[in-house]
């Protein structure tokens, strides 16, 4: 069975742009969660979707967003970049349970300049 | 609000020698427990988990963590470190019921030969 995918893998971006990343789940899980790594903030927990809607959601502002399609394949749009944007950012998919164990993709590095 | 506390940014040790790495939590009922593990420019793999039950929790690569209530902790550990277990390691922790994980700021393992 194929891992969860990212895509792209290494982005830079300038301040003010947009930005999409892709999220591939594991086939037949349901929910993705989004991260956000940083080495002074750490991992913090972004938005998870199941089942195309949005289900919880961390303590980040309305630039950042995402959407769940019907195949499970998930996006990351972030607006109005800033500097402090630059991380790794992680998915990771479960079938939707929390006892589930939850699978992470390699990433995608964004730089913002 | 939840947390988690990781107490040791960096942790070296002789490869063959013994490992513990201590995790805290803050948090009102006993959460959802979780170690893993991040190779550089990897995304994280999953060691091991605790829901409930029997509190010493073995994991993958021989690892095993051991849930401690009293002292809210959950420290993990390897009886012989390899020298490919250099990473580094995150406890985490989640609400029950929730998907919103809640990561720890991480140890750093060095093995040295």
């Known amino acids: 069975k194929a891992g969860v995918t990212q895509t792209p893998r290494y982005l830079i971006k300038t301040r003010g742009q947009q930005v999409t990343l892709s999220c591939s789940p594991i086939?037949?899980?349901?929910?993705v969660s989004w991260y956000q790594q940083t080495p002074g903030q750490g991992l913090q927990f972004l938005f998870e979707y199941f089942s195309e809607t949005q289900r919880n959601k961390g303590n980040f502002p309305g630039r950042f967003s995402g959407r769940q399609f019907s195949n499970s394949r998930s996006e990351m749009n972030v607006s109005t970049l800033e500097l402090g944007d630059s991380a790794l950012y992680l998915c990771?998919?479960?079938?939707?349970?929390?006892?589930?164990?939850?699978?992470f993709g390699p990433g995608t590095r964004l730089t913002v300049l | 609000a939840q947390s988690v506390t990781q107490p040791d940014i960096h942790i070296t040790v002789s490869e063959g020698a013994s490992l513990e790495l201590r995790c805290n939590y803050s948090y009102g009922a006993t959460p959802y427990l979780f170690w893993y593990v991040q190779s550089p420019g990897q995304g994280l793999q999953l060691l091991l988990k605790y829901f409930s039950g029997d509190t010493l929790v073995q994991g993958i690569k021989g690892f095993e963590a051991e849930f401690k209530r009293s002292q809210s902790s959950f420290n993990l550990r390897k009886p012989s470190v390899h020298w490919s277990d250099a990473a580094e390691y995150f406890c985490a922790v989640a609400r029950r019921g929730n998907n919103d994980m809640r990561f720890g700021a991480g140890t750093r393992l060095t093995v040295k030969p």
């Open positions: 990771a998919s479960t079938q939707g349970a929390i006892t589930d164990t939850q699978y």
């Open positions: 086939s037949g899980h349901r929910s």
